[in-house]
């Protein structure tokens, strides 16, 4: 069954041909200088958001699968992540050393970014990750969040380190590939 687009820019495509478009774009986008500079320095705690300041429970998402990754054969590699996140929970307080992208497929999510008001994305929309600057996503809508999380990272480095005490077991969610 054909799901409507509430988005204009969308036209009549399916879901998996604007999902596939969506991901296209976002890896191009990534893979741009824009995106591929390196953190600042590696954070000790987490900057300006406090885990007693965001809503919702920090938990591994209901489910997260690494579904393409390539080398640019420059020692760096695009990594895309299918992730569905549960309606009341959130990612622990994490930064990226390269940066990346958040596409919302289905559902709703907030981004807590230090030094930023929260930013909603509903279903069709994205939201950058800058790099070097602690977050947290946080599924702030009613049912399950269905994201693409896309990173473009030097190869075998892992896409996010977590910096919330206590939850820290949740690093492995978006677990870095033995070499």
């Not at 920090?58 to 054969?73: H, N, V, W, Y």
């Amino acid at each position: 069954m054909q799901r409507e687009s509430r988005d204009a820019g969308h036209g009549n495509a399916t879901p998996k041909a604007w999902c596939a478009g969506l991901c296209l774009c976002a890896i191009a986008l990534l893979a741009s200088d824009a995106f591929a500079e390196d953190a600042a320095a590696v954070h000790q705690g987490h900057g300006g958001i406090t885990a007693a300041e965001l809503p919702g429970t920090p938990t591994r998402a209901l489910d997260s699968k690494e579904i393409f990754r390539q080398p640019d054969g420059q020692g760096r590699e695009t990594i895309v992540y299918r992730t569905v996140r549960a309606p009341g929970t959130r990612a622990p307080i994490h930064f990226h050393d390269d940066g990346g992208l958040t596409c919302v497929i289905e559902g709703e999510m907030t981004l807590y970014l230090e030094g930023a008001a929260p930013a909603k994305a509903s279903a069709g929309q994205c939201y950058s990750m800058p790099s070097g600057k602690p977050m947290s996503g946080v599924n702030s809508g009613s049912a399950n969040a269905v994201l693409l999380d896309i990173f473009t990272v030097k190869a075998g480095a892992p896409a996010w380190r977590v910096t919330e005490d206590g939850v820290e077991g949740i690093q492995q969610q978006f677990a870095t590939p033995a070499r």
